[in-house]
């Protein structure tokens, strides 16, 4: 199960900002965005979704308007604004927001608004659970960088740290449903939304370097191909 959202910002580019930083999020579902309150209120009543992400200031009706309306016809929707505009964040408490996101977009943030909502919705598709030193570690996807099999042991490296995990990586990959990890090697399973760059390693590989860690990957040379495409559909 994912978020079914719906995005509005009067700015095109601004809008597929933010169209493509939620696709990167495996909790959710973009159904439908627009530039067009008059549009986006029309498909909010007609689809009835579980998350809007919307601008504020917009011409002809604004997004704490458009929220005003909304609620009257579905009160529970979750709703968070992503804005340049700060003076707004009173009103915004008003229609009872679950999150005021300054531009530019910050997708960590975004991340954490969009796991607290799924963990209040009760959407559990995001994470996985492994043992490791005889205790059970809930992992959310968006806090996977890789998983990695060396010497004999399986090490799980996330936003939080390092785990050891009692599971061999074929066990591990068969528990994760995620369209954005990719096994990049032999010995590899990664996130493809954490990966910076890719680097010459040696003469069959390649080293993978992923954003807010130091830690890297290995990629099969033969897989470049394969993994770059991947890498351009997000």
Known sequence: MKLRTIVVDDQDELRSIAVKAL???DLVDVIYSTCEPADFLKAVLSEKPDLLIMDIDMPDMNGIELAEKIQSELPDIEIVYVT???EY???AISVYATDFITK???QARLCETIERIARKLNITGSAFEIRSNKSTVLICINELFFVE???K???VHTTKGIYEADHSLKEIIAMIESQHMYQSGRS????LTKVNSVVPFNRTSLEITFNGTEN???LSKKQYDEFRDLIKQL
């Open 89 to 91: 964040i009173r009103d």
């Open 216 to 218: 890297t990957a290995l």
């Open 23 to 25: 696709q990167q999020i």
């Open 153 to 155: 042991k399986v090490l």
């Open 149 to 151: 099999a060396q010497n």
């Open 104 to 106: 530019p977009l910050d």
């Open 188 to 191: 590899f399973y990664i996130n």
């Open 84 to 86: 340049s505009h700060d």
